[in-house]
């Protein structure tokens, strides 16, 4: 089996963390960008304001 080109993201407000509105990405896996945190100026319909998203780990499953 090929190893994947891009793994999966979480970007969540840089002032509040605990917001309840996140956003998902692709990453690439491998290369350069790979190693570079993502910091991304989104809409948070939270506060309806655009804000800075920073790139989290994603939560652990629950089974």
Excluded: C, Q, W
């Excluded at 190893?3 to 002032?15: A, M, N, Q, Y």
């Amino acid at each position: 089996m090929a190893k994947k080109t891009s793994i999966k993201v979480r970007l969540v407000p840089e002032g509040k963390p605990d917001s309840p509105f996140f956003y998902y990405v692709k990453k690439p896996s491998s290369g350069e960008k790979a190693k570079i945190k993502l910091k991304v100026k989104k809409y948070n319909p939270a506060t309806r304001k655009h804000e800075v998203f920073i790139e989290k780990k994603l939560p652990p499953h629950s089974k």
